[in-house]
Nanobody, 121 residues
Framework: QVQLVESGGGSVQAGSSLRLSCVAS????????MGWFRQAPGKERAFVAS????????YYTESNKGRFTISRDNTKNTVYLQMDNLKPEDTAVYYC??????????????WGQGTQVTVSS
């Protein structure tokens, strides 16, 4: 059974940092792209960042570039999202998902349960 389990969310003040973790189990994602999405209240789930599990190549939306850093630890089957200088508009449920193609989790792909990030001003 494939599982993606996120952790690391919380309630913080604007300007703070958080590091989200996503532990994958049940299959190998070597050679695939995994990443993070977020869903704010009343909005659709949106792509945040992705990483190629094998090469480490990363991709970010322009709005997240410079504040967010995605990384992975192959030995721990874990993908991370370091979020710095958080803003109230970053408040959302953050989901780990993959494999990703064209900034979307492909049909038959996998999602974690989500972790809440709340940023207050």
């Amino acid at each position: 059974q494939v599982q993606l389990v996120e952790s690391g969310g919380g309630s913080v003040q604007a300007g703070s940092s958080l590091r989200l973790s996503c532990v994958a189990s049940g299959r190998s994602f070597v050679g695939f792209v995994m990443g993070w999405f977020r869903q704010a209240p009343g909005k659709e789930r949106a792509f945040v960042a992705s990483i190629n599990w094998s090469s480490g190549e990363t991709y970010y939306t322009e709005s997240n570039k410079g504040r967010f850093t995605i990384s992975r630890d192959n030995t721990k089957n874990t993908v991370y999202l370091q979020m710095d200088n958080l803003k109230p508009e970053d408040t959302a449920v953050y989901y780990c998902g993959g494999p990703i193609i064209d900034l979307k989790v492909q049909a038959g792909g996998y999602w974690g349960q989500g972790t809440q990030v709340t940023v207050s001003s």
